[in-house]
T-cell receptor
Framework: AQSVTQLDSHVSVSEGTPVLLRCNYSSSYSPSLFWYVQHPNKGLQLLLKYTSAATLVKGINGFEAEFKKSETSFHLTKPSAHMSDAAEYFCVAGGDDKIIFGKGTRLHILP | NAGVTQTPKFQVLKTGQSMTLQCAQDMNHNSMYWYRQDPGMGLRLIYYSASEGTTDKGEVPNGYNVSRLNKREFSLRLESAAPSQTSVYFC????WGAGGPRDTQYFGPGTRLTVL
């Protein structure tokens, strides 16, 4: 069965410091993997995706993620946090039919 | 090209009432999905349709039914609404299967449903 685990429900970082949001997946085969961001009372915005090409994926707003098959991980990083990054982030795995979301990580940015 | 559209945007129901949430996409996608979003739970898959004429249960199908009316439209029906179904509902469609370089989902704006 396919599943996605976001290891932290809340992460707090200071503005200008690195961001790390952790995601592990389980799947019987290599899924497509995605990160979405959702700002309060807004819809979902795609940050980046991995679809079996390069394992280091660059997305919008300076975010990137690395697919590590041996660790079944797809962690999201950003070198320097900005206040506008405060939002909820979802790691998502897409199998051949279903798309499964993690429970989300809320990112807080401290001034 | 409107993408994925959902109606209504907001709805308030009384316990026991029924309603249908409508979803349509104009991108010729085969796969469509219904999710509900609740605080701390992420988006949970209710039902999905891998192609026209097929539907399958997701993680939380109880209390819901779906119809894939044609390739464009995928509706979600609550036959007898309960307060536990108060949530934000998202419809999505998908371009491609797993691993395809064009694999992307497109989400509707959501329907905020309150059941009193």
């Amino acid at each position: 069965a396919q599943s996605v685990t976001q290891l932290d429900s809340h992460v707090s970082v200071s503005e200008g410091t690195p961001v790390l949001l952790r995601c592990n997946y389980s799947s019987s085969y290599s899924p497509s993997l995605f990160w979405y961001v959702q700002h309060p009372n807004k819809g979902l915005q795609l940050l980046l995706k991995y679809t079996s090409a390069a394992t280091l994926v660059k997305g919008i707003n300076g975010f990137e993620a690395e697919f590590k098959k041996s660790e079944t991980s797809f962690h999201l990083t950003k070198p320097s946090a900005h206040m506008s990054d405060a939002a909820e982030y979802f790691c998502v795995a897409g199998g051949d039919d279903k798309i499964i979301f993690g429970k989300g990580t809320r990112l807080h940015i401290l001034p | 090209n409107a993408g994925v559209t959902q109606t209504p945007k907001f709805q308030v129901l009384k316990t026991g009432q029924s309603m249908t949430l409508q979803c349509a996409q104009d991108m010729n996608h085969n796969s469509m999905y219904w999710y509900r979003q609740d605080p701390g739970m992420g988006l949970r898959l209710i039902y999905y349709s891998a192609s026209e004429g097929t539907t399958d249960k997701g993680e939380v199908p109880n209390g819901y039914n779906v119809s894939r009316l044609n390739k464009r439209e995928f509706s979600l029906r609550l036959e007898s609404a309960a307060p536990s179904q108060t949530s934000v509902y998202f419809c999505a469609s998908r371009t491609w299967g797993a691993g395809g370089p064009r694999d992307t989902q497109y989400f509707g704006p959501g329907t905020r449903l309150t059941v009193l």
